[in-house]
């Protein structure tokens, strides 16, 4: 048999599964597996560093199907190359309930999917910071310990979208050159011809950006192996235009928009068996094609163990510190280091925005967490994400720790993604927290797949004053906390600052979000506690001396007002209480008795927060006081804004004392 | 004084103003006015088709700053050629509560100002959609009616923004010619020098996208004037990368990050004036310049007054059609036509897919209301969003009304909002309700100006099955819902979803969106009533017979499932009612009293909505039973994840019943 002959046969088991998945799922995507095997099997087969037997060995190449709906193409190399989880009953399970084949991608389903994917560009994004994590482990580590490429498939979806703009040009600027693209160019989206709708020329695009680029045809693997060796001595990113065909080997809808999305139908698939010369039934793989692909992953299993044996020679310091990396535990230590920092606080009482207190905490957390990558999307002096002596990354240099990302908040985001996953490493950045809109598909699946990440939103409400309305967050408080799994917090002041951060950084299991002020806000937590107290949520900050009429409910820089509203609803003759809320998320996880004991019994329930009401019913209910927006802001001083919308202490305090008059 | 001279102090004139409004505000930015004073003074003084009489007659010029930081270039400029409202008074106002000198320019607050901007990206987004509009117009009505061009001015981070790649692919492909963009290439971002985050070629980047592209001095009028022309000749749109030195004429911060975002200090300005040779106080305009910009807004006026002459001339009937396209009154009968379709449906009853409900009520509306167009981001068979016959526009035919605008939600809806603003157009647009995240800030800013504008967003929740979690809104309606300004419909059948489509398309003031399902739904609305029941956002579909024990709130698909509690409930001996709740927010625009009804006095209230509960506890209370989900989704056949998520009409009844129990 020529290798030739081999190739083939290797890469129309993946499209016969492929093809008979789908089948027998009754939906899914046959059009791309087929289109790409070629490309797949050149890759999985003679390049990649993947070991089935453990696919999640630190230092392996990363491959990343940016086209998620391809999915029975990741499905099929897995099997064949022998990943145990993968069994042909999973293959015959495809997009069913509980199966380990969901219909995308999912790498908290499936062993040795590195990301998820679907939603286009996603991967693409991912990716770049999965290739940014292994030059920064490099740096550290050393390229002995850390060495590995990323790859991915991308189809014409992911580079029309926006986000794709984003991530090629910071990964040309930083000279990734160890990232590896394959194009997937079948001209074919769902409406029909990309002709539709796209005249653009991608491989001037990819060179615009910094990029090598080049055109191959995507079903010849001498050809593709070339381009891969190519890629290989490149000091740039490389992106490969592959030109294929779509459903290769469907004898009328290959090359068509038909073959994307949809079962091929018994006809079309038996002439497809014909066309590819595969006799084998549905889910048959025959000996040879099974040993030539068991062969490849046992290949990929030496590397890893001789990397391994690598590994265990070094300096036992360095391994160590390597290894806690790669798990993600914290520093020994971090408690405490908060604790001290957090006594400080309580003493100094510092008037000072979040978001410098964010900063001020970042100073302490980076000197003592070496592993944090800090960033913002060109708003390092707004965000205050770059602290003290923090180093830049430079595409010549990656031993610095801080990443100037450009005005990019989604590429931002998913690169993210991309380093959290790559593990060693936790991200940070910052933007405005309107901008988080930007951001938000990224972000979405940072809490699906459940990242490590924490995302510095800045200039939380009108309280950022004279930019406007648009600028100015309203929504984006409830439409974060709106997202499962992912932690919205907002402090009160510097204390509760400081205790977000280590909930953010302690989280194994999700991203958060810190929402921080441009506004100065006072010291509220001036009485020192080594437990974490925004780790319930809500906690009653101020108390009611006695049984409270009234509770009022504020986060952020609105505690400052409730605290203020209390006093004035104490002058009047009324006892009020104080909870401040600075994570919705958290308090939902406590128990029922906790909740109860915070939401109280007070006849008057309020709540003060600067942006829309939706949630907050939780706290108050249907019918309790909200002070908050119910519109978009305006562009003025900031304290005029408050005061013309209404959240102030009178207004608070007015609103209750009308409320128990009425009661009364 | 020469022409150079001329210039200089014209532009000067804008420089002065810019520097001294920001520092009067003590906020703003003065770098980009200053930078690009030239660029915008050769294009308002000799190109610009604009009336400061009458700044929004129908075929003039549109001028986008996309880099809406820049404000106060635009207020200079309408100050300059003589807008009335714009006074002096109104400059020294800058960024001050009620002025119309806002922090980013409000097309909503300003007279003269085409979009507002300030989110980077959007505003060439909007140009695109600008530039499309016009030549819609064009082809419908003559381009000796329609005949002008759109102009943008974007900076790096517009053209960092993901977005920017969206906006320039589609004009690239639909060889927008009359679109030019000047690109303010300052070589600087806030972070510092644009080396920082970015090496890529701008120019052989939009080249890669069907442009045609060069570079100029952008401090040089004749080079300026002469790209302007050159623009007007090509047949693709066109970019003018203009160097430019931001902050221009400060003697220490011009060129720097310094003088971008802050007021540049009295010494400073000192500086400045004596190095741009301007001796005059602040806010006071010498009256050579003074004649010289009038001048300019003179011969523009005469340009308005030949067209309208024209536009007298023509055929009356095509003039009226114009005209009332331009004011945005829908065609005569249009409430008749729905009535009858409404009629029809809920006689035959079909059981369809709100998807498909919805192309069938685009079938009776884009055959009555000739100024809508459609489109889809690549989901056009899975959208629905092709009615018959609809044609699709090319670049070389822009006669239909479809738009295939490929994998590009964001840039799509920014365009959409761009179409609305021009007027003369209605747009609507499709894509799964998943990906409304990757819109989301270009939905924000249609609802911040109050556009006309349909977003159709199918595949609304699990009910997409197979897709798995990457593809099933969970926390979109909420995150949506949490938008202000914008109408979230969920409609429960094919009658609801004409009435939803009626209440769109007549709403003037905001854009709407609709949440469409992929499952087929059963017709609920069986009895025709000519009144729009929808319009009250939630209404009693199915009232109890007698007091209601439970009252039960659904929306869209699971109406149905709350149809089938009911009959569960009342199996079991209890009565209940169903409300739909198409629409959140026109529901919190009716009466108190007809709040009061709609909510009911029963015992026990139950919402089912296979979506996150956020926002429901408004009909429930905090209390109340929800059903629906509290995490995201996952792949398999839908009827198995409602079953899997307890989103059933069992679960509901069982809910209900034993709240009854536990009450009784």
């Given at each position: 048999m020529t290798d030739l002959v081999k190739h083939q046969r290797m890469a129309n088991a993946i499209r016969a599964l492929a093809m008979d998945a789908v089948e027998k799922a009754n939906s899914g995507h046959p059009g791309l597996p087929m289109g790409a095997a070629d490309i797949a099997t050149v890759l999985f087969s003679r390049f990649l560093k993947f070991d089935p037997t453990e696919p999640n060995w630190p230092d392996r190449d990363r491959f990343v199907l940016s086209a998620g709906h391809g999915s029975m193409l990741l499905y099929s190399l897995l099997h064949l190359l022998g990943v145990e989880e993968m069994t042909m009953t999973e293959l015959e399970n495809f997009r069913q309930l509980g199966s380990k084949t969901p219909g995308h991608p999912e790498n908290f389903v499936t062993t040795g999917i590195e990301t998820t994917t679907g939603p286009l560009g996603q991967g693409l994004g991912n990716a770049v910071g999965m290739a940014m994590a292994e030059r920064l482990l490099a740096a550290e580590f050393g390229d002995d310990i850390v060495d590995h490429r990323t790859y991915v498939i991308a189809s014409d979806g992911d580079l029309m979208e926006g986000i794709s703009h984003e991530s090629i040009s910071i990964a040309g600027h930083l000279k990734l050159s160890k990232l590896i693209v394959f194009y997937d160019d079948n001209h074919i989206t769902i409406d029909g011809p990309t002709s539709l709708s796209e005249t653009g020329d991608q491989v001037a695009r990819f060179e615009a950006a910094g990029w090598n680029a080049s055109r191959i045809d995507g079903h010849n693997p001498d050809e593709i192996a070339a381009a891969v060796e190519a890629a290989h001595k490149s000091d740039r990113p490389t992106m490969i235009a592959c030109r294929t065909t779509i459903g290769f080997g469907a004898p009328t809808k290959a090359g068509t928009a038909g073959s994307h999305g949809s079962p091929l139908g018994a006809e079309e698939i038996a002439g497809a068996r014909k066309q590819l010369g595969w006799d084998y039934p549905p889910f048959e793989i025959p000996s040879d094609v099974r040993d030539s692909w068991r062969i490849a992953g046992l290949m990929a299993s030496q590397v890893r163990k001789d990397w391994e044996k690598h590994l265990g020679s070094i300096d036992a310091e360095k391994r160590a510190e390597f290894e806690r990396r790669i798990r993600g535990d914290l520093p020994a230590g971090f408690d405490e280091t908060i604790a001290d920092y957090k006594k400080k606080l309580s003493a100094d009482k510092p008037k000072v925005a979040t978001r410098k207190a964010s900063e001020m905490a970042l100073d302490v957390i980076n000197a003592a967490v070496p592993e944090t990558i800090g960033g913002s999307a060109d708003l390092s002096p707004s965000n205050n994400t770059r602290s003290k002596g923090m180093v830049a990354v430079t595409p010549e240099d990656?031993?610095?720790?801080?990443?100037?990302?450009?005005?990019?908040e989604h590429g931002m985001a998913s690169a993210m993604n991309g380093m959290a996953l790559h593990r060693g490493v936790i991200p940070y950045s910052g933007t405005f927290m309107v901008f988080s809109d930007y951001a938000r598909p990224a972000i979405r699946l940072a809490a699906l797949m459940g990242n490590r990440v924490v995302f510095v939103m800045t200039h939380d409400s009108i309280g950022l004053g004279e930019d406007g309305p648009t600028h100015q967050p309203v929504e984006q408080l409830a439409a974060l906390r709106a997202i499962p799994n992912l932690l919205v917090f907002r402090p009160a002041d510097v204390v509760e600052t400081a205790e977000c951060w280590q909930l953010s950084l302690e989280r194994r299991t999700g991203p958060s979000l810190l929402a921080l002020t441009r506004q100065n806000l006072p010291t509220v937590r001036t009485v020192f506690e080594h437990n974490n107290r925004c780790s319930r949520g809500a906690y009653e900050l101020a108390p009611a001396d006695g049984d409270a009429d009234v509770s009022i409910f504020a986060s952020g820089s609105e505690v400052e007002i409730a605290l203020e509203a209390k006093a004035q609803i104490e002058a009047a003759g009324h006892k009020a209480r104080v909870v401040s809320v600075p994570c919705f998320e958290l308090f939902e996880e406590q128990s029922e008795d906790y909740q109860a004991d915070i939401l109280g019994t007070a006849p008057v329930k309020v709540a003060i927060e600067a942006a829309i009401r939706q949630g907050w019913d939780r706290f108050i209910g249907n019918r309790g006081v909200f002070i908050g927006m119910d519109r978009f802001g305006a562009s003025g001083p900031y304290k005029e804004l408050y005061a013309k919308f209404g959240i102030t202490a009178e207004a608070a305090a007015k609103a209750a004392l009308d409320r128990l008059t009425a009661l009364a």
């Open positions: 990656f031993s610095g720790r801080y990443i100037h990302w450009g005005i990019r």
